[in-house]
């Protein structure tokens, strides 16, 4: 019998299941890694499948990172800081209350070593990961009062998760655990008070302005949110080099696509919002200088317990520190000078 | 005898030159076609190569767009607005001065249906072209006196090329067009007042913080420059399609690969240079007011006779407007506190 010819062998079949921490109708991120998913596919001639299933579909959205690292499904598209119960260094993959941007973000995954140190603790996890999506700055969220200073968030239930509930708590705060899809009849009953989401785009869609007219900026606990492609670690060594390439191309598709997608529709959902009677609202400085402190205590209080997590922190900080100084020169001066000029109505 | 097995055809050897305009000196802009060619190259199990050449080794850099349109070699990375001359529609494929910065320009090119728009444009170039690259906010450049007023401005020789040259001129400034190499000596004899470059880590390389020492911003002809890597429409469409996926990923990397890099960094260069005696100026106001102005009659000139250019710079324009609204919120405000943090020494 005639022998496969060798090349046959470098494009092997490989199908994938990949699951999503979203469900589809948050489809600017869940369209992120069919976007992936679509590049991968393309590159590779069709041999190389990923499967994207949505939140719930094969596994629970919080369990994703539990179902790759036990070889479940091979990989997941999620949010690191959903598992930082089981570990507050996931978190750094993702975002911390006033930690980078998604342009900072990027700069220290890409060329700060960040990809780097995370797939040092995530190999601890049977995981490796790469950026895949940025939501930009989020929103601080809808509230039924006004904030006017940080008394007013003495006692006031508020839908919001993870590491960012941890700090919150801090300053009264109660955090509470609620899925999607039952935020708006708990506004609109006031079992809570307020809840955060995303940005505009994605915060029109429920209704919230509807129930809890204040909508605050920006979401501190969220500058620059990173979303991940998590993979089976033993499943990522058996991946063909072409594949693996692929792939990770596809996740820095996916990435740089995600942010472009919300930056597009994010400008015409807060105007429909405004035109809907959404009442914009800047956080009170004082609320922004108790939550920064709040934030560096628990920093403080993590990282006294979590070496892995002092480190990549502190990694993170020194290129922040840097980074917010040189923003202020040419970044900062063009952008203001085109804001004023929107105020003005030249633009 | 044995025809060929049919998966041999999906995978033939293909060797393009890529010529860039950029000698490799300029590291961050050069080496991002090299990235694009290694993930091309990985992706394709080494059938796709790319061979990048810098400036002037096969095609002088500002000759790199004929070059390719004519067929001499299959591709280039180069900023479009070099070929403005031509048709002043290539440097809305880059920058024009108050344009996009980088989030937005890749927001407009992704889903805006920038690439689509500029691809018909360059369609009658005989070209087709991805974005694969961005500065972010360029400096202002390099000055040998302060520039107070924006009468300062009037007899200024400066190193300044393509369409800014045009929109400065309305100021009183006299652009030169001069080699990179050349700038130095030229700035240090007094032949020119003043030099434009890119930004802090580019800049800080061919020293000019020693013979012009006020380093101005922000460069508002360059808000989001996009490199783009343009190719020979006819070579592209014999591309097999998994090539031409994969190219079209090694672009998004590049493009977000370059923009990681400069803002990883800027901020030690920027540090660098100020420790070295750069005296950092912002631009009077009055100079931002007076060149917005004249930038806007440029495009009003330019518009009347050119109906492409008209139609894609109102659609940027468009953009521009919500854009700049949206950016006031939550981005403006998260940045604007982490600055007043770095300042308070807190970061």
Redesign the interface.
Known sequence: ALAA?A??Q??PKVTWRVTSSFPKSLDTIFGAAETMSK?VS????GNFTLQVFPAGELVPGLEAADAVSAGTVEACHTVPYYFWGKDPTYALGAAVP?GL????M???????GGIDMMNEFYATQNLIAFPAGNT????AGWYRKEINSVEDLKGLKMRIGGFAGKVIEKLGVVPQQIAGGDIYPSLEKGTIDATEWV??YDDEKLGFYKVAPYYY????WE?GPAIATMINLAKWAEL???Y???L???C??A???M???Y??????A??SLVANGAQ?R??PQDV?LAA?EAANQTYAEVSAGNATFKKIKESQ?A?????????????????V???S???AG??
Chains 1, 2 share one sequence.
């Open positions: 010819p090349i046959a470098t494009a590049y393309e590159m590779t001639d006033f941007n998604a342009r900072m990027n700069a220290w995954f890409y060329y700060g930009g700055v989020q929103m940005g505009p900026y920006p979401g501190w500058g063909p080099p072409a693996q390439a692929a990770k191309a596809g820095v598709v990435n740089t696509d942010l472009a997608s930056d597009w529709k994010n400008p015409t807060l105007k914009l800047p956080l922004l920064f900080d290129f922040r520190r840097d980074a917010y100084l040189n923003a202020q020169i040419a970044e900062y001066n063009y952008d000078f085109m804001m000029q929107q105020q030249k633009l």
